[in-house]
C-alpha cells in the first residue's frame, strides 16, 4: 500500500533520513521503531508532507506522493496522528473532531458515531475544551480526530508518549481495533515491547538507516532488540 | 439549567437589537445632537468593528498583525476620494486642478468599495508578509503601515490622494443608527464566519499550525484568507471613521492608532468578539468623555488638584494596561462570548442564593 524507496531527508542541517526503503502492506499494522535521533519521526513527517525529502520516493496505492502538499496527501487517504498529541486545546472535543474532517464536505455524522463507539470517554466530553482532557483522553481525541478524515492509512508517532502504563494497553488495545476495522496503520514507538507485540511487520532505525526489519514476533525474540531495547 | 432553545434564541436577540435601535432612536429625539454619549456611541461602533476585525487575525487566527491603522486609512480614503460630489471637487483638489476623478459614487456602494480596495491591498502585502511567523509578521505589517501612510501623502498621487492635504466634503452621517447598522452587520457576518468551518480552521492554526496542517489544512492560503477578509472590513471601519470625523487626512492614521486598537482587543480579550465591542464602548467612553478631566487642570476651593494636567489621561491609561496586563491578562472576556445562557444562569444564582438567604433569616 505504502512503499518507501531510498528516502532521503535533511533536516535541521544534519542528514536525519540516509536513504531507507520499507513497505506497508494493506491492512497490516507496521512499527518503526528505534531510540531518539533514529529519523522515525522525520519519516513519518516526510510522508505526510510536512518536510520535503531530498531524494527517494513515496508510493502510495501505486501513486507518487514524494513532495506533495500535506492537504493533498491527506485527501489521499494518509492522515498523521502527531507526536505529543497536538490536539487544539481551545477548541472543544467536537470542533476538534471536525477539524480532522475539514477536507471532506459530506455528512459527518456516522464518523462521529463511529469515532464516539471507538471512544465513549470522547462523548461525554463532547463540548469541553480539548486543553481540559486528561493525557490519555487527549492521545483518544487525537486519534479520534484522524479518524475522522478516513483514512486508509493512519501513522502514529509515539501514542504512549507520556502516558501511564494502563493507558498504553488500552490505546494500543484501540489501535489494534481500529487496524481491524480496517485501516492500514503505521507505528512510530520507542515502546518497542509494546509496539512489537502488536504489530505484524517491525523495522528498527539507528541513526538514519534501517538496520533490522522482520515480523513483529522474530524481532522480540531478537537478542540484539532484546539489549538494546527491551532491556532485558 | 433548562437552555432556551434555539428559536427562542434568536426572538430574544431579535427583540434585544430592536429594543437597542428604538432606544438609540429615542434618545436621538430627546438628548440634544452635540451631547458626548452620541460621540461616544458614534466613534464606539466604529471602532467595535475594526476592533473585531483585528481579533479575527490576531485573536482567532493566531496572526500577531499591526497593520490596521494602514487598512483604515485605505478604507477611508476610498470612500472620501470616490464620494466627493463633483461640483465640491476643484475646492476640495484646489492644488490638483480638482483630482482626476470625475464621478461620484453612491455612500453604500462606497463604503463597499472602500472594504473591497483594503481587501485587494491586503491580499498583495499578505503574499510576501504571511510567510512570516509572529513578532517578524508583526514588524513587517507595521512597516506595511508606515509605508502606506507615507505612499498616500505622496505629491505625485495628488491628483487622486490630494497629497498630504485634507479630504473634506464628502456625505457624512448625522444620525447614531447609521454607523451601529453598518457595524452590526459586519460584526454578524465576522461572527458567521468565526462559526463557521473556515473558523474552526482558524481557531486550529491559531492553537497549533504544525497539528493544523497534518490535518490537511492548507496554512497559507487560510492566513491570506483571513488577513484579507480581517482588512475588508477593517477598510469599512476606516470609511466609517472618515463619515465620522468629517475631514480625513492620512498623517492621522500612524501607529498609535494600530495600538489603541491592540490595546482594546487584549482589554477586551483576545478571542472574544462580545469582548472586543464591550471594551471598544468602555474604551472610548473613558478616553472621550469620562476621563477627559484628568487633562484638565483643578482646582478644589483654592487647592490645585496636583498632576492633572494636559496628557495625564494618557498616563492613567498607561496605568490601567499595565494593570490589565499584569492582573487580568485575559481581558474582560477571556476567550468567552457573552450569551443570554450565560446571563440567565447568572442571575438564578444570584437570585436563589438570596432567597435561600432570606429563607434561612
Redesign the interface.
Known sequence: MLEIKNLKVNYGGIEAVKGISFSVPEGSIVTLIGANGAGKSTTLRTISGLIRPNGGSVIFQGGDITGMEPAAIVEKGITMVPEGRKIFPDLTVLENLKIGAYLRKDNLNDDLEWVFSLFPRLKERTWQPGGTLSGGEQQMLAVGRALMSRPKLIMMDEPSLGLAPLVVRDIFNIIQEINRQGVTILLIEQNANMALKTADIGYVMETGRITLSGSGAELLANEGIKAAYLGS | MEHLNNKQKILITAALIIGLFILLLVLEQFLPSSSMLFVVLKKGAIYALVVVSMNLLNGFTGLFSLGQAGFMLIGAYTYAIFTIPVEARPMVYQYFNGGIVKFTLPVIPAIILAGIVTAIFAYLIGLPVLRLKSDYLAIATLGFAEIIRAFFQWDKLGPITNGSNLLKLYPVFHSVIFPFTVAGICIAIIVLLINS?YG??F??I???E?????????LAHHKQISFTISSFFAGIGGALLAMFQTTVQASAFRATMTYEILLIVVIGGI?SVTGSCLASFLFIACSEWWLRFLDNTTYIGSFKVPLLATGFRKVFFAVVIMIIVLFYNRGIMG?NEFSLDALIEFFRKRFSKRRKEDSAT
Open positions: 468551518s474552526r480552521a481557531k486550529a491559531r492553537d497549533d504544525i497539528a493544523a496542517e497534518a490535518m490537511g489544512i492548507n478571542g476567550t
